[in-house]
């Protein structure tokens, strides 16, 4: 099944696609490298965003729905990932010590997929598929900014976090984020703590948009 093929790293991959691109500042340890924590943090957030899109059940079991469903999230890196723009949250009184801090471009692909009801044959029409599309690449990106902007509980990406948690992240937070559609999800509308400095003004690198693949 496709929550079967995400616990094991796998792609369930399917002709209607869309994806979002975000950006977000990580605080990496000294004793560990961005490039090795921007990697696993993809792909960790693939599994904790597709887990909840998917529907996936405790025990990695998909829970039965019909119609349109999201059947597989991919990461990716867009070109140039790693900004040249200073880190404006993780300064001054949010500084963490003993680490580096990264302005960091990133990005998921949504594969989608219809599931037939019990007494009906597959549906071939793709009406409204837009707007679906739309709806689960938002709330692909309000997962995962309300993740890392959560002001109550530290973000389950953070070293040590359990099944999640990335050796050498010490802090992340989400900056700015496109859906399928190009709205803009702003990481200051996630979570009670804004910027020190203009960071909300770091916008996600997206050459074409988030736009759908034939």
Not at 2 to 11: E, K, R
Not at 121 to 146: C, K
Not at 191 to 212: H, I, L, Q
Request: aromatic share 8%.
């Amino acid at each position: 099944s496709s929550c079967d093929a995400l616990s094991n790293g796998l792609v369930v991959r399917t002709p209607r696609s869309a994806r979002v691109e975000y950006s977000y500042e990580a605080a990496v340890g000294w004793d560990a490298t961005i490039e090795g924590v921007k990697d696993g943090l993809q792909a960790t957030m693939a599994k904790f965003v597709g887990r909840d899109l998917m529907n996936c059940d405790v025990n990695g079991r998909r829970r039965r729905l019909e119609g349109w469903q999201i059947v597989g999230v991919d990461p990716f890196s867009p070109p140039d990932e790693l900004s040249q723009q200073h880190c404006t949250y993780f300064s001054g009184v949010n500084e963490i010590e003993n680490t580096n801090c990264y302005v960091v471009y990133g990005g998921m692909t949504l594969f989608l997929g219809y599931e037939p009801d019990a007494d009906g044959p597959w549906q071939t029409s793709s009406d409204g598929l837009g707007d679906i599309l739309e709806d689960r690449t938002e709330d692909a990106l309000e997962l995962v900014a309300g993740a890392m902007n959560d002001d109550v509980d530290p973000p389950p990406f953070l070293e040590g976090r359990g099944k999640y948690g990335i050796p050498g992240l010490m802090g992340v937070r989400f900056i700015a984020g496109l859906t399928h559609g190009g709205e803009e999800i702003d990481g200051e509308d996630i979570g009670g703590t804004s910027s020190d400095g203009d960071g909300a003004g770091v916008k996600p690198k997206a050459d074409d948009g988030a736009g759908v693949k034939p």
